[in-house]
């Protein structure tokens, strides 16, 4: 809509310009295995974090084709890029007797943000605007590196060795 509407791109255009951009950024969920055994699952999330909100500010802030191609690019690379990351941190941070929950709990609580976000979304779209919105959520995802950043690394450390009596 945003595209079509306040850009003026035609709707074939813009359904090229998504496809294309989101495709090729496809390629940071390979990326991002390797950055987060490479760098720490910590950085290589903070990094994602980083280069989705560059993307999103971006795509709402210009009306150049070439630069809306770059910005769905960083934002779909940067979310593929985030996944492998975030499942480490799933596998890696909770103990083995509560990881399964501890994995259930963080998806439940993804749904439900998922969905606040939705629905606030609507209300802060209609009275602040799209713009004011997208950036709202460009600050929110900062404090959602900060907190990253609170969480211990776990980048090679054997974690086969906390149980060797497994059958």
């Given at each position: 809509?945003?595209?079509?509407?306040?850009?003026?791109?035609?709707?074939?255009?813009?359904?090229?310009?998504?496809?294309?951009?989101?495709?090729?950024?496809?390629?940071?969920?390979?990326?991002?295995?390797?950055?987060a055994d490479a760098w720490g699952r910590r950085l290589?999330?903070?990094?994602?974090?980083?280069?989705?909100?560059?993307?999103?500010?971006?795509?709402?802030?210009?009306?150049?084709?070439?630069?809306?191609?770059?910005?769905?690019?960083l934002s779909t690379f940067g979310t593929f890029a985030?996944?492998?990351?975030?499942?480490?941190?799933?596998?890696?941070?909770?103990?083995?007797?509560?990881?399964?929950?501890?994995?259930?709990?963080?998806?439940?609580?993804?749904?439900?943000?998922?969905?606040?976000?939705?629905?606030?979304?609507v209300f802060t779209i209609d009275s602040l605007g799209?713009?004011?919105?997208?950036?709202?959520?460009?600050?929110?995802?900062?404090?959602?590196?900060?907190?990253?950043?609170?969480?211990?690394?776990?980048?090679?450390?054997?974690?086969?060795?906390?149980?060797?009596?497994?059958?």
């Amino acid at each position: 809509e945003w595209l079509v509407n306040r850009v003026g791109l035609g709707t074939g255009t813009t359904v090229l310009i998504l496809l294309a951009g989101g495709t090729v950024g496809g390629v940071g969920f390979f990326v991002g295995g390797h950055l987060a055994d490479a760098w720490g699952r910590r950085l290589t999330s903070i990094f994602c974090f980083v280069v989705v909100t560059a993307g999103a500010v971006t795509l709402y802030s210009v009306g150049s084709v070439p630069l809306i191609l770059v910005a769905v690019f960083l934002s779909t690379f940067g979310t593929f890029a985030y996944v492998p990351a975030a499942g480490s941190h799933r596998a890696e941070l909770f103990p083995t007797h509560l990881r399964s929950s501890a994995a259930t709990a963080a998806a439940n609580a993804a749904l439900v943000g998922s969905a606040v976000g939705l629905i606030l979304g609507v209300f802060t779209i209609d009275s602040l605007g799209l713009e004011t919105t997208v950036r709202l959520l460009a600050i929110a995802m900062v404090g959602a590196a900060a907190l990253t950043m609170q969480l211990p690394e776990t980048r090679g450390q054997d974690l086969t060795a906390i149980s060797t009596d497994r059958r």
